[in-house]
């Protein structure tokens, strides 16, 4: 009893030694300031970045390879922080959100077909969807799956929105989505042209309720001239110049465009 | 006589060939409006040379072919260019473009279709290549491979057997069964060029025991050419798959992606290349039309139609009779690799073998259960991979493992769905993940 007690508390000294000496023989130099970085990073590694998850922006911001404001979902509050901690300027923040450029729900957009087959937005794709519009929302959510921050959500008529207030810009749903119909657009544009159909006119017409039917009013009645016919078929807004003033919303005859802040204006006073 | 080796997996499909196996090949008309696409063959896409509003005579060439692994684009009737356009492409899924013909329904041809050799003593392995090439042709099994780059092997790699396939192992089809038995003189010929271009010695006609008929037929074309014997197979899918066939045959294995059959010295064509290739030196008539067999209990009439490339399938199904009973399902190729469509106003492209209607009764739609690792369809894949595996990273979206357990050794057979006793969509989920990885190499 008393030889084992003796015995494993020397074995237990010697390997204490060792290890301490392995410790202090083999330490890892690493820069105080990433732990810091990495406490004000949101910790989603989310990997918008570009970097293997927050500790690899962390690393990288230490070291001086990556920006201060490098972390978009961090925006400004992280940025302003991580600036303040590399001892540098703060760097304007570049955190833009996520707009679903469709508004073809199932009211809204021909069915032409009943899928059956792998329940997401990339299987339904490879056979062209059920929709008659071959550039519209799928509506099976993948852009919802992706979203590490939990701003989106699929309408009951079945189309992703996206929480604004939640939304990062991280642009994981713009990656997830095989019809590419999501972009990051600036926080502060309110009027959209939610169509991506380059088909003309009539067919869109046929098939969508809510499609670009490119009749050119909006082109036309901008007083910006900030919108623009891509391949002649699709109206496109220049958000540049853009100064939000929604007249094209009022003229357009399908409703493809919306007024984000003419909707919640009528909102408030409903 | 050839003896059968085994073959690894399988399974036994009802054949379904009796709908349509006894309908000769009948012309099936000029529709109101040809839609071309500029890439229906693997491969760059062609580029158009002619314009809208552009007169083009039958068989007139209105795309080149763009890079060697290319092919070229013939107007299928004559009539005037109507636009270039995007349209949907029923194979890609997608928007595409494609060069619109409005037929004028005299059906001229082009001064250039006239025969360009009756025999193939006057034509060099060269010869042969560039008239593919200048004919548009592809694979027309179903891969649209074009054809002259198929026929020049590199040069270590020397080619000692061809394979005509003729197995036609996918349910529902006879178009190739009936090619056989009604021009098995031409397919010959047209194999007989195959052979001569790729430098091959030996020739072996593949085909399987259900078609009677053709092996009759195909024997006597045989006759007066001791260097092409006949192997008959026994019917079981997928024997028609290039590589099974392979094996099947000559008891050679084609090692997996990216090895091809030319790596162990062997090429395989479909008979329908074959009759192409034959109609193109005798007639000088680029590959603007094919047989496409209309059939499938949805549809009055099951038919095998000659139809011009760029056919509605909307017009041929109208063609064979029309609807029979409430169409719930509409395939292009055959059941088990053809994919479903969401729509008919879709033209057919130069490797469509098949339209297949199935009402309701054909069409099984269970919901999704879950893997019980049966392990079915590992029994059945010929490629000896393991779908369940495969199809279960694909869903959870990790392509890197899926690349590790082989994904992109698939051939897409379906054998592994059609085992699945939980109705699982296994050939979908992996044809995702190739694609996933494809484009992740490429990244």
């Known amino acids: 009893m008393l030889n084992a007690i003796i015995a494993l508390g020397i074995a237990g000294l010697v390997f204490g030694a060792m290890l301490a000496l392995a410790a202090e023989k083999f330490k890892v130099e690493q820069d105080p300031r990433m732990l810091e970085i990495l406490n004000v990073l949101p910790g989603a590694n989310c990997g918008a970045c570009g970097f293997p998850g927050c500790s690899g922006l962390a690393e990288a911001i230490a070291r001086g390879e990556a920006p201060a404001n490098a972390c978009v979902p961090g925006g400004k509050a992280?940025?302003?922080?991580?600036?303040?901690?590399?001892?540098?300027?703060?760097?304007?923040?570049?955190?833009?959100?996520?707009?679903?450029?469709?508004?073809?729900?199932?009211?809204?957009?021909?069915?032409?077909?009943?899928?059956?087959?792998?329940?997401?937005?990339?299987?339904?794709?490879?056979l062209g969807g059920h929709k008659s519009c071959a550039y519209g929302c799928l509506g099976f959510g993948d852009c919802v799956k992706a979203c590490p921050f939990g701003a989106m959500y699929m309408s009951e008529e079945g189309l992703p929105v996206v929480i604004k207030e939640k939304c990062t810009g991280c642009g994981a749903c713009a990656k997830a989505c095989p019809r590419g119909i999501i972009d990051l657009v600036p926080p502060d544009k309110d009027v959209h042209i939610l169509c991506r159909s380059f088909d003309k006119g009539p067919s869109v017409r046929k098939y969508c309720k809510v499609g670009c039917i490119a009749c050119q009013l909006c082109v036309r009645s901008c007083p910006q001239e900030a919108i623009s016919m891509d391949k002649g078929t699709l109206a496109k807004i220049d958000y540049s110049l853009c100064d939000n003033c929604g007249i094209c919303a009022t003229k357009c005859p399908t409703g493809a465009i919306r007024d984000e802040s003419a909707v919640s204006r009528e909102e408030v006073s409903a | 006589m050839i003896t059968i080796k085994k073959?690894?997996?399988?399974?036994?499909?009802?054949?379904?060939?009796?709908?349509s196996k006894d309908c000769p090949i009948e012309f099936a008309g000029i529709p109101g409006e040809v839609v071309l696409f500029l890439s229906q063959h693997t491969g760059a896409p062609s580029n158009p040379i002619v314009k809208p509003k552009d007169k083009v005579l039958r068989g007139q060439m209105i795309a080149e072919p763009q890079g060697t692994v290319s092919a070229a684009l013939h107007a299928p009737t004559s009539g005037v260019i109507k636009a270039i356009e995007p349209r949907f492409h029923p194979v890609q899924a997608r928007m595409a473009d494609a060069i619109i013909l409005q037929p004028d329904g005299e059906h001229v041809s082009d001064e250039s279709v006239k025969p360009l050799a009756s025999d193939l003593e006057d034509l060099t392995p060269e010869a042969i290549r560039t008239i593919a090439r200048q004919m548009g042709l592809v694979g027309l099994g179903g891969a649209a491979f074009p054809t002259a780059v198929k026929l020049a092997p590199p040069e270590n790699k020397p080619i000692d057997t061809y394979l005509l396939n003729g197995a036609e192992c996918e349910p529902y089809l006879t178009a190739d069964q009936r090619l056989m038995t009604?021009?098995?003189?031409?397919?010959?010929?047209?194999?007989?060029?195959?052979?001569?271009?790729?430098?091959?010695?030996?020739?072996?006609?593949?085909?399987?025991?259900?078609?009677?008929?053709?092996?009759?037929?195909?024997?006597?074309?045989?006759?007066p050419y001791s260097e092409i014997e006949l192997a008959v197979l026994t019917s079981r899918y997928p024997r028609g798959g290039e590589k099974q066939l392979i094996q099947a045959v000559l008891g050679r294995e084609v090692p997996p992606p990216p090895g091809l059959p030319l790596d162990v010295g062997v090429i395989v064509s479909n008979v329908g290349t074959a009759y192409a290739m034959a109609e193109s030196i005798l007639e000088g008539l680029p590959l603007i039309e094919r047989i496409v067999t209309v059939t499938g209990e949805g549809v009055a009439k099951p038919s095998n139609f000659k139809a011009l490339i760029g056919t509605p399938l909307s017009f041929l199904i109208d063609k064979a009779g029309g609807f029979n009973g409430t169409p719930r399902k509409v395939i292009m190729g055959g059941p088990m690799m053809g994919?479903?469509?969401?729509?008919?106003?879709v033209p057919i492209v130069k490797g469509t073998s098949g339209i297949l209607v199935f009402n309701v009764d054909q069409v099984v739609e269970e919901p999704i259960l879950p893997c019980i690792r049966c392990g079915k369809c590992v029994d059945v894949c010929p490629m000896r991979i393991q779908p369940l595996w495969i199809a279960a990273y694909s869903e959870r979206g990790l392509m890197e493992q899926a690349e590790n357990a082989r994904a992109m050794d698939c051939c897409e057979c379906g054998a592994c769905a059609f085992a699945c006793p939980a109705k699982r969509p296994l050939v979908q989920w992996i044809k995702l993940a190739k694609a996933e990885i494809t484009a992740m190499r490429r990244a």
């Open chain 1, 78 to 126: 992280a940025a302003e922080a991580i600036s303040k901690i590399m001892n540098v300027d703060v760097a304007e923040s570049m955190s833009e959100v996520a707009v679903v450029y469709c508004q073809g729900h199932e009211h809204n957009a021909e069915i032409s077909a009943q899928y059956h087959g792998v329940t997401s937005c990339k299987g339904a794709n490879m």
């Open chain 2, 7 to 19: 073959v690894f997996g399988g399974v036994d499909v009802p054949g379904k060939k009796e709908l």
């Open chain 2, 182 to 223: 009604e021009e098995a003189e031409k397919v010959i010929f047209g194999f007989r060029a195959f052979m001569k271009a790729s430098g091959a010695s030996r020739g072996i006609v593949c085909i399987e025991d259900n078609k009677p008929d053709s092996i009759e037929a195909m024997k006597r074309a045989i006759q």
């Open chain 2, 339 to 345: 994919a479903a469509l969401r729509d008919t106003n």
